[in-house]
Each structure stands twice: as structure tokens, then as C-alpha cells.
């Protein structure tokens, strides 16, 4: 290189004590924040288990609300108990059918 050069682009920086130190802070804080980032991106993943545990919570409590419901429903309970227990109101004839399979289960039952 040329004097001019030199003038131009300056001395080399040198790594100085201040610069060193600078370094190790740094790098301290870098490995200091491994801990606490690990720990908060955990707590992350379980706050959105837990969301999708509430959501699934919150929609089993809407079937049974709709469950509830219906089992307050006279005209519900009439139908379960005829199609279920077999039941008949009084002056009525019940009838059974049997196919050759055998028995069948009701569905709502």
C-alpha cells in the first residue's frame, strides 16, 4: 500500500481491553437470555395447549346445554321413552316387529 492509501483507509483498528471487555458483556448477556427465552417460548406452547383445551371445553359444555335441553322437553322424553324403553301410553297396543338378524338397538338410546 501506498502512504496515500494509508492516509485514506486510517490505521488498522487494534482490539483494545474496552473492545474485549465490550465482547465479553455481549456475549454474557447472550448466554444470560438463553433461560428466559427458553422459558417464555415454553410457556408460549402451554398457553396455546390450554387455549385449545378451553376451546374444547367450551364446545363439550354447548352439547350438554343442548343435551339439557331437550331432556327438559316433554315431547323429547316421550320419544326416548317410547323408542328406548319400549313404552306406550295407556289404551295403546304396542307391536314388535323381530327381522331374522336379530334384535336391533335403538340409535338415540
Known amino acids: 500500500m ?6 485514506i483507509a486510517g490505521p488498522r483498528p487494534k482490539l483494545t481491553g474496552r473492545a474485549a471487555l465490550l465482547a465479553v458483556l ?28 378451553a376451546v374444547a371445553i367450551q364446545e363439550a359444555n354447548r352439547q350438554m346445554q343442548a343435551e339439557m335441553r331437550n331432556l327438559r322437553d316433554p315431547a323429547y322424553l316421550e320419544r326416548l321413552a317410547r323408542e ?10 304396542a307391536f314388535v316387529t323381530v327381522d ?10
Open 26 to 53: 455481549i456475549l454474557s448477556a447472550g448466554i444470560a437470555s438463553i433461560v428466559p427465552v427458553r422459558e417464555y417460548l415454553e410457556q408460549r406452547a402451554r398457553i396455546e395447549g390450554l387455549e385449545q383445551t
Open 2 to 7: 501506498s502512504a496515500r492509501t494509508e492516509a
Open 84 to 93: 328406548c324403553l319400549g313404552m306406550v301410553m295407556p289404551g295403546e297396543i
Open 100 to 109: 331374522g338378524d336379530g334384535p336391533s338397538v335403538p340409535s338415540i338410546c
